[in-house]
């Protein structure tokens, strides 16, 4: 079956520090990819996606690029804030064999000290 | 534009009760999902509705139902609680079965069981 694997954190990093969060996947198919995104007491907002390999999703100075021979969809930025303090969620969706069910990673806790 | 709403907030039940939590999904969207979110993992799938019926469905014991209307809203229900069912449930929307990957999500209901 599908599966999702994020680096566990949490993460701490100082304002303006370059982040990394890795993730890698299993999927018998061929996935879209997903960041998600969820502050304290929150639900989920999508950050980015990508739909194939070697596309490159970004939003909000966040990127990520969809490596096949990899499986892999590392969520990167430049130039984090104290704002970016959140947990991050990788996520697959494979319409092909499972009609938009996502799945999930457990999560990185991102905290971005001033 | 509505995005995703869930009713209520937050719930208190004990051991043994049943609950009933309420979604309904972006305009424009046919297709509702609910996830579990324990504390601390990731999000995991209960079950899908479109069209009014149960279309795919995770590993989640028959206690968990659901339904949905003719407006496209849904309501998760779980009968006999247990305290391990402590969670925030999370509602997303697609559009026509999840044939399109992206799923918007409603900001959860927590649910305690003591």
């Known amino acids: 079956g599908n599966s999702v694997t994020q680096m566990e954190g949490p993460v701490t990093l100082s304002e303006e520090a370059f982040l990394t969060i890795n993730c890698t996947y299993t999927?018998?198919?061929?996935?879209?990819l997903f960041w998600y995104v969820q502050y304290p007491g929150e639900g989920l907002q999508l950050l980015l996606k990508?739909?194939?390999?070697?596309d490159k999703g970004s939003n909000k100075g966040f990127e990520a690029t969809y490596r096949k021979e990899t499986t892999s969809f590392h969520l990167e930025k430049g130039s984090v804030q104290v704002s970016d303090s959140a947990v991050y969620f990788c996520a697959l969706s494979d319409v092909s064999t499972n009609a938009g069910k996502s799945t999930f990673g457990d999560g990185t806790t991102l905290t971005v000290k001033p | 534009d509505a995005g995703v709403t869930q009713s209520p907030t937050h719930l208190i039940k004990t051991r043994g009760q049943q609950v009933t939590l309420r979604c309904s999904p972006k305009s424009g969207h046919d297709t509702v999902s609910w996830y579990q979110q324990a504390l601390g993992q990731g999000p995991q799938f209960i079950f899908q509705?479109?069209?009014?019926?149960?279309?795919q469905r995770g590993n989640f014991p028959d206690r968990f139902s659901g339904h949905q209307f003719p407006n496209y809203s849904s309501e998760l229900n779980v009968n006999a609680l247990l305290l391990g069912d402590s969670a925030l449930y999370l509602c997303?929307?697609?559009?026509?079965?999840?044939?399109?990957?992206?799923?918007?999500f409603g900001p959860g209901t927590r649910l305690t069981v003591l």
């Open positions: 990508a739909t194939k390999a070697d």
């Open positions: 997303a929307s697609s559009l026509d079965a999840g044939r399109t990957d992206t799923q918007y």
């Open positions: 999927a018998t198919g061929y996935p879209s």
């Open positions: 509705y479109y069209e009014e019926e149960e279309r």
